[in-house]
C-alpha cells in the first residue's frame, strides 16, 4: 500500500535534465577524432624518423609527447563526459583543467616541433577547435549545474 502511494507520488513530479546533449556529442566525436589523430601522429612520427634527419632522443621525445597528450586527452574526456551525464560539476571542471595541457599538445604539435607537416597543422587545428567548443559548453554546463 505505502509503495503504490509513493508510486503515485513520483509520477507526478517532474526531472530537469541538466546535462548538456551538445557538450555530450563533442565529447563523444571528439573521442572517435582524437583515435584518428593519434594513430594519424605515430604514422607521421614513423614517416619523419625514416624521411628526415632528427638529433639525438628528439623524435623519442616527441612521440612520448604525443602517448602523454593521449592519456591527458583521455581522462579529459572521461571526465567531461562522466561529469555531465551526472551533472556534476567535479568532473566538468577536471575536464576544463584537463583542457589546458591538451592544448598545449596541440599548440606543440603545430608550434613548437622539430618539424611540422602541414597535415599535423591540419589534424591540430580540427583538435584545437573542438577542445574550444568543449570549453564553452563545459563553462555552460558548470554554471547550469552550479545553479540547481
Known amino acids: 500500500m505505502a509503495s503504490a502511494q509513493s508510486q503515485q507520488q513520483q509520477r507526478g513530479r517532474v526531472q530537469v535534465v541538466r546535462s548538456s546533449l551538445p557538450y555530450q556529442i563533442l565529447l563523444y566525436l571528439n573521442g572517435w577524432y582524437f583515435a584518428f589523430f ?51 560539476t567535479v568532473g566538468v571542471i577536471v575536464c576544463v ?21 602541414r597535415v599535423e597543422v591540419i589534424l591540430a587545428a580540427i583538435q584545437l577547435a573542438l577542445i574550444g567548443l568543449e570549453l564553452i559548453f563545459s563553462i555552460i554546463s558548470i554554471i547550469t549545474f552550479a545553479r540547481s
Not at 52 to 66: G, H, P
Not at 103 to 112: H, K, R
Open 38 to 88: 593519434f594513430i594519424a601522429e605515430i604514422l607521421i612520427y614513423v614517416f619523419k624518423g625514416e624521411t628526415l634527419q632528427y638529433a639525438t632522443n628528439t623524435l623519442a621525445a616527441e612521440v612520448i609527447l604525443v602517448f602523454l597528450l593521449a592519456g591527458v586527452e583521455a581522462l579529459r574526456l572521461f571526465f567531461g563526459q562522466k561529469g555531465n551525464l551526472t551533472e556534476q
Open 97 to 117: 583543467l584537463l583542457s589546458i595541457p591538451a592544448l598545449f599538445g596541440a599548440l606543440f604539435i603545430i608550434l613548437w616541433q622539430t618539424y611540422v607537416l
